[in-house]
């Protein structure tokens, strides 16, 4: 087991090879309730940097929760493609615990007898289970604590009394959060829709690797409804700083695993764009999951250029 203050943030690490971590693992192929993926496999026996690590973490409609046991651990930005589920597009960030880590980076790279095909299939449960999906975030839930209310606020406060949260973004945040409360009671949106009327759709069948400009907040306000979501899928707050600015598109968006329910969702004319990911800062402090953001391609316009 590595303990949790041999790692730091910015170093390297070696992946354990496959049958070292099926042994820190338990009969469901779990370690404190996060489940080792069939997709993770490919990365085992090559050495990464950390990207992040996370005793906290955002949890679909629960907010932000507690780790449970050891940390988890964000790689440089390995995600999983999906291949294992279906092909959920989701694109989510893969989780780590240092129990499939080594501290020592300069470790010779994977060879095939040792990350080479399971024999007899995946050994652990399937990927679906009663019709719902296994994997990482849809068990964040069982990995993870409810942190009181008192005990958010002290986590915010930790973040920045350790330089990992700066003031202003911390009153900024609040802030915002403060205004989204009063505009759920009043039942106040900046949108421009009312009624039962349909949002609109726009189709630009965006590909990989075309430039796009997210269009600003005035014109996506017009494509959404009270609840601020056009067709179910809503624009958050963290999606304001990056109006008016130019990307370019990551992978289109067909399907994904819903965190809440375990079921697979279908999106239409939905893209995520090249390192734009949820910007972190809750009323809890960081969460450095580093989750893309879903964008109608309504919100964009193709943009030509180099």
Partial sequence: MVKRDTLKTGEMVWVRTFPEIIAALDKDGNSEGLPFMPEMQRYCGRNYVIAAI???????????RQVVGEPLIRLEDLRCDGTDHDNCSRLCSLLWKPSW???????RLKTEGEIGPVAGGWPFRTTTIAGAYVCQVTALSGATALITVPGKLRLALSDVACGEWGAPAFV???SRALLQRLRAMTRRSPSKLTGAKPTPVEVLALEPGELVEVKSFSKIAATLDRRNRNRGLEFSSYMLPYCGRRYRVKAR?????????????ELANTVVLEG?????DTTSGLCRRSEYLYWREIWLRRTPGP
Avoid: N, Q, W
């Fill in 54 to 64: 996370m005793t906290k973490i955002c949890s679909g409609g629960e907010g932000m």
């Fill in 101 to 107: 880590l080594r501290p020592d980076g300069r470790k």
């Fill in 172 to 174: 900024g945040s609040y």
């Fill in 253 to 265: 968006v067909h399907a994904f695993i819903d965190e809440r329910t375990g079921l697979m969702r």
């Fill in 276 to 280: 734009v990911t949820c910007g972190g």
